[in-house]
């Protein structure tokens, strides 16, 4: 008899014993290994608490970036505001001194007719 015929029947029992045994599962029956449900609910709150907390701090650093660019572009428009209303409040009062001499003019005027 040649090895093959002799060493395929012992090779095809091996692998069919092989292949439908099932692994050993590690077991532990020690108290440091079990949970309780109150830790595994624990557990899982202390993760989805985590996801929650990096969400909100992500928004509170977004809304803090949008109040420093609120505040840049209000810093910029700011001084603007002030030299129009400058501006504004120079033309007011030199066409109130222009009317108040108008009217001082005219006064006389009058007050020299009436002479």
Known sequence: MSFLSRTTPLLRTTVRASALQQSSRLFSTAVV????????????LKKVDRAVSDVAVAGIDKTAELKDKASEVAGVEIPKAKGKAAEVSGEAKGKAA?????????????KGKIS
Request: aromatic content about 0%; overall charge negative.
């Open 33 to 44: 290994h079990q949970k309780s449900a109150t830790e595994a609910v624990k557990d899982g």
């Open 98 to 110: 222009e009317l108040s001499g108008e009217a001082k003019g005219k006064a006389e005027e009058v």
